[in-house]
């Protein structure tokens, strides 16, 4: 609760036509002794202008700043003044530089101050001076932590994982389920290139890797074991493991996920003769077939001529076709998830039943992968037998990045024959060999050729499309959440931050996020390795990770007037609450991500932030003066914005010279999930004429910084606009917009449009009132 | 559903072509950048593309059997445009050399017109044959280097040590140089009639089809007076390949010129044959072609000339290929042998003109042998040369002018000013 704050009006920030004198008599005339210093500053970021206020700060008589002017976006690093509260009130952006005349036209330079410029700017003063008045300094509970990291497999991913987790200095436990470690990479006779001049399969190096790791003092290694469930909250699982000695607890801090991919079921690839031919293998076979020796055929002989089939079109055309599958797994799968969380809610007994999200889709989310490896294992026909010959045809090659140099080099083997091309059909002849017949080929329109052996693609399926893997001792279910929408890969794929699940502390590398090569994997393990540091690093000093890396803030409950009706705990998107046979949540500090997801759900408003709460933002909305004649003195409209994509849209909108209604008034959210609607009920009854929500997008291609936000709050606002109705009050008033972070050129337009719309319907009834 | 067409890949092919002169055409990854950029390819089926396609797979029925080698002037324009340097212009002409070596029989010469290690039997073969002539007729003349006088009694040239240098006093044309070389050209005719027919052969598997819609096929006389009118004669087709960096018109006017001054020798030639022989017959034809000739005869001057054209032609392509930039194109054995060859020719009949008027026997008459040798050479190993071209290349361009195969004539691209 700042009671004694310092107001510091840039006039550098708030343009030629507002006067940083005015402003600051105006805060002085309204706030008084709440304000006791009230100075203005002709460039506040600069040395100067910090010297000022870091003087009053130094002089102890606030604890509370708050700097006028410019983004709270920008110079931050100047404004930062520990001890003592401080806030930004937006009047450059958001007031002065984006302020049009009521009928569009821009006040002429030199001009006279507008009425509305003022009255906009002195709302968010009053605004930034009761935010801070409703602001507390967080104090975070700061746990007792463990530093080991868990490293779940044992393939190339996990070593790596691990072995960048001990070089960074921490102890790692490294758990693999098979007797052995390696993986996949300990089958292969070579790996796709993995360095410069990236033009020559080279050696796995995988047994150099496990020697390391095993050398490794601060590396346990457990192999034969299985993770049974992991319990408690990061910095302080704990973990049940099941290994050759039985079952044992063990304490993590955090877990770096790299289970990696399980073979497709083989079925998918009976169209191009797999199960029917004795000489068409897949292509992990062959890999093993071809480490164990030559190219001698399953079927008998050696094999001259091998036929790489990287075109799986006959396979998802027939997985396509109803009849034919009846398993057609990817349709029912997020169907089957959904009942099942809802019994989970119900009752903690109830058989967990995770869907098996494994599909023909597997293989054309592997094809980089077949492209790659059929190239490769091309290059091991010529190399076995400088006489025989490997043909690939192919759909698409996709060689992205630097694997075109490997392309490339491929190509130059004259053993090795590319074409594009369609294959139609793949028959046995006599001597056991393959006739495949080929459609709009390089080579002509129906071709077909011969080949000993046939090399058809294996898909990589993640270990999570099968089995939660995580096994998780939460509230919300001991996978993953939504994993359906990814086809079973662990959602670690916001758009912008990979390695991140849903599940803060656990993170996600290697196949199980994506099929990748071992050298992307390699970068991989890397970044998953470093999240799971950072974690570690931030929650020991209360701190969050991301996307509010830094923030001090918790959700603090008051369980007085909890009602036990379980909506924060089943909405948070991070699964952070778990709750007491009663129902009563119990709030897991290390998990969650500080969006505000609960407080925005909960009916009994028992949910707050010291620095961001109910009555915080509702004496906020108060502070705006609303006309009571529309007609004469313009609509209002609140804006919620969230601040990760919305916030920065707006300001570079304005940066770049749009304008827009001078009519609106923007608060800045966490995200729209921490939107209660009771905000929404504030401003309708203060008389505003509308209620513009604007936040990421929703659903599959969602962007929301944290994931479910603006998804839920858009499903509340189905239930606003109930009781709008109810009141006799046009629903159209409350909008969600949906923005991403590139779209500042589109913000404008959708303001005006919904203020057009607002001055359709015209004024809110309640105005007045 | 049409019949699936059976591939047959050839890796030995695809080496073989690789050592010939293709050994970048596995980096082609079929953009078609060739075939858009080349002056001359037709519209339908262009080529090269589909030669580096068919060349990567080693499909050698579908390459021994292309018309389209014989289309290509080996410009160089596909190779300079290639994102990925394959050199589809080297690809061709690899295929045409594999052509030489191995079209007409015996395939032993086109092994060893394929390799400069077989050199010594190319040339040991003529310096052999004439050595030993040169022998018996120096113990029947009783010098190495005997010196002529002409006995008008006798009506042939006498020794005497006073004399001059004359090269039919030591290999008399009658008896040592006509039959062989009569002999030589008709072997070679032969074998080039065999080769056409068997290229002919080969083309038949093409498509029929290949007229661009309503134009007219042409008859085989005007398929033939189009080809020496538009191609041979005029080079206009040639021209088309590009006629604007500095290399074009080095090959260009080299080949234009190197080409009309063998004309002239052959003209030359003939007329020294033509009197020679038919004098026997109608007597008062003789004198035309009686040689040496004085050096301000018609015929003698048309001779230096062709010469002198040869020197020029020689420099021209010669300097083209030395400039050569080796990531964009190669020069393989076949075209430096069939440049050598001409060189030495050229070089060696000057010489041989130049020191028979000094008047030097001791160095004229070796010159001389060098120059039967060397035009032994270019003419009796001509269809496996590239020079075989001369005959290959025009039957395939009748053929493919018969067919309907041409370059479409690129339109004029309206270009907009401001």
Known sequence: ?769 | MEKAVRIQPDLQFVKDLQEVGGEALKRCYQCATCSVVCPISPAENPYPRKEMVWAQWGLKDRLVNDIDIWLCHNCGTCSDMCPRGAKPGDLLSALRNMAYRNLVEPVAIGKWMSSSSYLPILAGIPALLYLFIWIIRASQLGSFFPLFTWDEHAHAFVTDPNGVVVYGGLFPGDFTIDPIFGLVALLVAFVFFRGVVKLFKSFETLPKTFVVAGAPKPTWIEAVKGVILDEVATHVKWKKCGYSTAADEQKFKGHFILFYGFIALAIVTSIVAVSHWGGKVVSFIAPLGHTPMELWNPVKVLANVGALMLLYGLTQLTKRRLNQDPTKQGSSFYDWYLLGVIWFIALTGIFAELLRLANVPVLAYPIYYFHLICVFMLFAYLPWSKLGHLVYRTAALVYARRLGRVAVEPKEIKIFKL
């Open chain 1, 1 to 769: 609760m700042a009671e004694k704050i310092g107001v510091y009006i840039d006039q550098s920030g708030v343009g030629p036509l507002l006067n940083a004198e005015e402003l600051a008599e105006f805060v002085k005339n309204k706030f008084g002794g709440a304000t006791p210093v009230v100075k203005t500053h002709p460039r506040l970021a600069s040395e100067d202008g910090r010297a000022l206020i870091k003087a009053d700060v130094d002089a102890g008589g606030l604890d509370g700043v708050l700097v006028c002017g410019s983004s709270p976006r920008v110079d931050w690093d100047i404004f930062d003044f520990p001890g003592v509260l401080v806030e930004r009130v937006n009047l450059r952006e958001q007031c002065a530089m984006c302020y049009q005349n009521p009928d569009g036209s821009l006040p002429a330079a030199g001009g006279p101050l507008p009425k509305d410029l003022k009255v906009m700017a002195e709302d968010y003063l009053r605004m930034g001076v009761v935010k801070l008045q409703k602001m507390k300094a967080p104090t975070p509970d700061i746990p007792e932590t463990t530093k080991r990291i868990l490293v779940l497999g044992g393939g190339w991913t996990g070593l790596t994982s691990a072995l960048n987790a001990a070089a960074a200095g921490y102890d790692v436990l490294l758990v693999e389920q098979a007797e052995a470690l390696g993986g996949w990479a300990a089958k292969m006779y070579k790996s796709i290139p993995k360095s410069y001049p990236y033009t020559t399969a080279e050696d796995t190096g995988i047994q150099q890797k496990i020697k390391a790791v095993t050398a490794n003092p601060r590396i346990s290694v457990a192999t034969s074991t299985a993770l049974v469930q992991l319990t408690g909250a990061p910095g302080n699982y704990e973990a049940k493991l099941a290994g050759p000695k039985g079952e044992e607890t063990t304490k993590v801090g955090a877990v770096v996920l790299a289970t990696g991919w399980v073979e497709q079921d083989k079925k998918y690839l009976e169209p191009l003769g797999y199960g029917k031919f004795k000489n068409v293998v897949t292509s992990m076979e062959f890999e093993t077939m071809v480490a164990k020796g030559g190219l001698s055929r399953p079927g008998g002989g050696t094999a001259k001529s091998v036929a790489f089939l990287v075109d799986v079109n006959l396979c998802t055309a027939a997985a396509a076709a109803p009849a034919e599958t009846p398993a057609a797994p990817a349709a029912p799968a997020p169907e089957a998830k959904k009942p099942e969380e809802k019994k989970e809610g119900e009752a903690a007994e109830t058989t967990f039943v995770y869907p098996d999200m494994e599909s023909c889709k597997h293989m054309s989310y592997s094809s980089e992968l077949s492209s790659l490896v059929a190239l490769k294992q091309a290059g091991y026909v010529v190399e076995k037998d400088a006489s025989a010959v490997a043909y690939i045809f192919y759909d698409h090659m996709m060689v992205p990045g630097i694997n075109e140099r490997y392309y490339k080099a491929a190509q130059d083997k004259p053993g090795v024959m590319l074409t594009k091309g369609l294959i139609t059909d793949i028959r046995e002849d006599a001597d056991k060999g393959l006739i495949i017949s080929a459609k709009d080929t390089l080579l002509g329109e129906l071709i077909e050729i011969k080949a000993d052996l046939v090399v058809v693609p294996t898909a990589m399926v993640p270990v999570t499309a099968h089995e939660p893997t995580i096994n998780l001792n939460y509230r919300q279910g001991p996978a993953f959440p939504d994993l359906p929408l990814f086809d079973g890969f662990v959602d670690s794929n916001y758009i912008c931050f990979p390695y991140e699940t849903r599940r803060t502390g656990i993170y996600a590398a290697g196949c199980v996020r994506q099929p990748m090569t071992m050298g992307t994997a390699e970068t991989d393990a890397a970044g998953a390795t470093l999240k799971a540091i950072q974690c570690l690093a931030s929650l020991n000093r209360g701190m969050a990770v991301h996307p509010r890396s830094g923030d001090m803030s918790f959700p603090v409950f008051n369980f007085v007037r909890c009602t036990q009706c379980k909506r924060c705990t089943e909405e948070c998107p991070f699964g952070a609450l778990d709750d007491d046979p009663k129902g009563t949540p119990m709030p897991n500090p290390t998990r969650c991500r500080r969006c505000g997801t609960c407080m925005g759900a909960c009916p009994e408003r028992v949910i707050s932030f010291d620095n961001y709460n109910i009555d915080q933002i509702g004496t906020m909305i108060k502070q705006i003066e609303v006309p009571p004649d529309m007609k004469a003195d313009g609509p209002r409209a609140l804006v919620l914005v969230c601040e990760n994509d919305a916030y920065p849209a707006l300001d570079m909108a304005a940066m770049r010279g749009h304008t827009w209604s001078p009519y609106v008034r923007f608060i800045p959210v966490r995200c729209l999930g921490s939107v209660n609607t009771i905000w929404i009920a504030d401003a309708m009854s203060r008389g505003m004429d509308g209620v513009l929500l604007l936040g990421c997008r929703y659903g599959d291609d969602y962007q929301c910084h944290f994931v479910k936000g603006s998804e839920l709050c858009n499903r509340r606002m189905a239930n606003v606009a109930e009781s709008l109705n109810r009141l006799g009050v046009e629903p159209e008033r409350v909008l969600q917009e949906q923005v991403a972070i590139d779209e500042y050129d589109q913000v404008p337009a959708i303001i005006d449009r919904f203020m057009d719309a607002i001055i359709k319907i015209g004024p809110n009834p309640f105005k007045g009132y």
